[in-house]
Each structure stands twice: as C-alpha cells, then as structure tokens.
C-alpha cells in the first residue's frame, strides 16, 4: 500500500515558476517509478513528466519540454515538479503516480500506475 500527497500547487502569473512535491508513505517508493499526469477543466488527464526509481532515465511532454523538472529524493520518499516559465494553457489538477514496477524507463501511460494522489490545483493567470 501506498499513499501519495501532493503539495505546492496555487495561483501564478504567466512566465512565473511553481516547484510541486509528492510524499510517499510506504517501503516501496525507492523502487518505484514516479509520474506526473494533469487534467484541465473539460479535457483527459495527460502525462506530464515521468522518472524511474533511480533516477536514471525521465520522460516528459512535448509541451513541457525544457520548461518542467522532475525529480526525486529517496530518502524523503518524495518526488518533486519544477515548474518554469508556466503558461495560462499550464493549468489543471496535477497528480502525482506510483509505478510499482522496477523498469528501466519510467512509463507515459497512465493505466500503468499503480497508485495516485488526490491532486493539486495549479493556475496561472495571463
């Protein structure tokens, strides 16, 4: 079992920077991938970024690309989203996801995740 909760989230103007935070309770959280996903008002939930239980390899979005970090503490059982230049089309629920599978590349999808958080809300004003 797993529990995720993520913090950070709130109210920017455009080209400001948000870092969001995901603790994990649970043994397992060293050993697992760790994803982001967002969903806006009236749209799916989409990938955002993605980092493997070593931080060895990471996935993200086209439309994060070179604008958000993700990263992760093992000792902290907490995985981080920094969050630059954020864009209006930037707002949604962020959650993060635990992949308890050891793989080598952290998954995109998110049918793969095994756990998830509650969210947070993150908006930025034009």
């Known amino acids: 079992q797993m529990q995720l909760v993520e913090s950070g989230g709130g109210l920017v103007q455009a080209g400001g920077s948000l870092r969001l935070s995901c603790a994990a309770s649970?043994?397992?959280?060293?050993?697992?991938?760790m994803g982001w996903f967002r969903q806006a008002p009236g749209k799916e939930r989409e990938f955002v970024a993605s980092?493997?239980?070593?931080?060895?390899?990471?996935n993200y979005a086209d439309s994060v690309k070179g604008r958000f970090t993700i990263s992760r503490v093992n000792a902290k059982s907490t995985v981080y989203l920094q969050m630059n230049s954020l864009k209006p089309e930037d707002t949604a629920v962020y959650y993060c996801?635990?992949?308890?599978?050891?793989?080598?590349?952290?998954?995109?999808?998110?049918?793969?995740?095994?756990?998830w958080g509650q969210g947070t809300q993150v908006t930025v004003s034009s």
């Open positions: 980092i493997t239980w070593n931080s060895s390899n990471t």
């Open positions: 996801a635990a992949d308890l599978a050891r793989g080598r590349y952290p998954p995109v999808a998110s049918a793969v995740y095994d756990y």
């Open positions: 649970g043994r397992t959280f060293s050993s697992s991938s």
